[in-house]
């Protein structure tokens, strides 16, 4: 496992971007695909983007596709979420999550059963 903290989160207003960053304790963080999920109030966690160990392979929730981008950092043991165009659906805590999986899938990056590390979370809230 690794230790995850997130930051970046705050208020914005409808249209503008936010970048949220997931950084990682221990030296295996490249071995991780890594992920973003994200719940707000009322609803289950879900899925909102992924990427492989190797940086490759990004995977988004259709609500988010064109509109956020996920990438990684691995000398600085870092994940990104970069959010444009935010909608006031998009409020929620953002959370970060690791997991040991080599090979990624569309379904696979889905499971949060997949993922054994999660950080606190971000609150990310869009006024329109």
């Known amino acids: 496992q690794v230790q995850l903290v997130e930051s970046g989160g705050g208020l914005v207003q409808a249209g503008n971007s936010l970048r949220l960053s997931c950084t990682a304790s221990g030296r295996t963080f490249s071995t991780y695909a890594m992920a973003w999920f994200r719940q707000a109030p009322g609803n289950e966690r879900e899925f909102v983007a992924a990427i492989s160990w190797s940086g490759g392979s990004p995977y988004y929730a259709d609500s988010v596709k064109g509109r956020f981008a996920i990438s990684r950092d691995n000398a600085k043991n870092t994940v990104y979420l970069q959010m444009n165009i935010l909608k006031p659906e998009d409020t929620a805590i953002y959370y970060c999550?690791?997991?040991?999986?080599?090979?990624?899938?569309?379904?696979?990056?889905?499971?949060?059963?997949?993922?054994?590390?999660w950080g606190q979370g971000t609150q990310v809230t869009v006024s329109s």
């Open positions: 999550a690791a997991s040991p999986l080599i090979i990624i899938t569309t379904s696979l990056v889905r499971e949060e059963s997949e993922y054994d590390s």
